[in-house]
């Protein structure tokens, strides 16, 4: 069994004009870090397939998507919001970046894989069922964990969201869905101003202060996160992997470094072990310092590698704390 490493080469057509922090080469950036480390290698390189209509609609409205795909532009750019854009390639890239969470899916559910990371653009955790917005089209990460409950017949999921945004199109979709719990934790206040007040009891959100620190959020997953998780024993964890409350992040104000990413991830995979049969499935979300989401997205990876590899060769020591 392998981490599987599922990306498209469509998630590289998607652009939202030359200054726009949300950009092709953050991805560029975590590839060449994982090769700069010595972890590509060991990944099990896949394809994002295309996600279905059928699967779309178990989360986002037909009217929606059927608007979506007529703003799609044949030349420059569409606004969905003032912050989210079409270009020609966005709806290749939206519709595979949801195949991605799909696929991952099926992989940890099958067995094929120990785990899976998802590297996609556009992000979804903002994005709610009838409207984009913060740079989100698809909410990814829904339709993957609707694609557990209702394909594979899950009766109880958890999604993770450490963004330093808070993930309030996740919210607004599971809500008091009682087969989900979200646990996060995100600036406050901060875009989308959102979370403060939860919109159902299987939301457990965590608003961490300007200037928190991997203190503040080891403490947030330890006495909130953790005991909720126990409580609940998902067969599956989802985590929507923002990187950018890191301290170098020029959009946020938090300052977790690297180590907080590699020890929240190692954390979820022991609640992973426990209950979940080890099946954790990751996707990006945020992270716009570039040089710092490849090396936080590396140590992320690095976790989810380490974990199940026969060959530890490309663990490297001087990382563990
Ligand atoms: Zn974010």
Partial sequence: MSTAYITHPSFLLHEMGPQHPECPERLGAISDRLIAAGLDGHLDHRVAPRATREQVLRVHGEAY??????????????????????NPHSMDAVWHAAGALVLATDLVMSGESANAFCAVRPPGHHALRRRAMGFCV??????????????????????????????????????????????????????????????????????LPEGADGRSFRTAVTDVWLPALQDFAPQAIYISAGFDAHREDPLAGLNFVESD????????????????????????????????????????IRELLAHHAADKSFEDPGSKI
Avoid: C
């Fill in 65 to 86: 998507v059927d608007q979506l795909e007529a703003a799609s532009p044949a030349q420059g750019l569409a606004y969905l919001d003032p912050d989210t854009a079409l």
């Fill in 138 to 207: 698809f909410n990814s990460v829904a339709i993957g964990i609707m694609h557990a409950l209702e394909a594979h017949g899950l009766e109880r999921v958890a999604v993770v969201d450490f963004d330093v945004h808070h993930g309030n199109g996740t919210e607004e979709i599971f809500g008091g869905d009682e087969r989900v719990l979200m646990v996060g934790t995100f600036q406050s206040p901060l875009y989308p101003y959102s979370g403060v007040e939860p919109l159902g009891d299987n939301m457990r959100n965590v608003p």
């Fill in 261 to 300: 990413y590699a020890w929240v991830t190692r954390e979820m995979m022991k609640v992973a072990d426990r209950h979940s049969q080890g099946r954790l499935v990751s996707t990006l979300e945020g992270g716009y310092a570039l040089s710092a989401l490849g090396r936080s997205a590396a140590e992320h």
